[in-house]
C-alpha cells in the first residue's frame, strides 16, 4: 500500500482538473496531515473537517461537504 502511495504522490502534478479533497480532523485511516502533500498545488483545494472521521460526518461537517462540493462544480463549470 505505502509504494502505492508513493507512486500516486508522485502523479499528482499530472491532474489538471479541479479537485476537493476534503479531510477528517479525526481521520485514522487518511491523517490530516496528508493535507500538506496537497496544500498549494495547482487544480486541488483542500479542506480539514472538523470532528469529522473517515465515514463519520457532524451535521456541521456536512455542510461543509455540501459547500466544497458546489465550489467544485462552479470551478469546473468556469473552465468548461
Same mark, same amino acid.
Do not use: W
Given at each position: 500500500?505505502?509504494?502505492?502511495?508513493?507512486?500516486?504522490?508522485?502523479? !499528482?502534478? !499530472?491532474?489538471?482538473?479541479?479537485?476537493?479533497?476534503?479531510?477528517?480532523?479525526?481521520?485514522?485511516?487518511?491523517?490530516?496531515?496528508?493535507?500538506?502533500?496537497?496544500?498549494?498545488?495547482?487544480?486541488?483545494?483542500?479542506?480539514?473537517?472538523?470532528?469529522?472521521?473517515?465515514? !463519520?460526518?457532524?451535521?456541521?461537517?456536512?455542510?461543509?461537504?455540501?459547500?466544497?462540493?458546489?465550489?467544485?462544480?462552479?470551478?469546473?463549470?468556469?473552465?468548461?
Amino acid at each position: 500500500l505505502f509504494a502505492k502511495a508513493k507512486r500516486v504522490r508522485s502523479l !499528482l502534478g !499530472l491532474i489538471r482538473v479541479p479537485c476537493a479533497v476534503l479531510l477528517g480532523q479525526k481521520d485514522e485511516l487518511v491523517p490530516p496531515r496528508t493535507a500538506a502533500l496537497l496544500r498549494g498545488r495547482e487544480n486541488f483545494r483542500v479542506q480539514m473537517l472538523e470532528n469529522a472521521a473517515h465515514f !463519520l460526518y457532524p451535521p456541521q461537517a456536512l455542510e461543509q461537504v455540501r459547500a466544497a462540493v458546489r465550489a467544485l462544480v462552479q470551478t469546473a463549470q468556469k473552465t468548461d
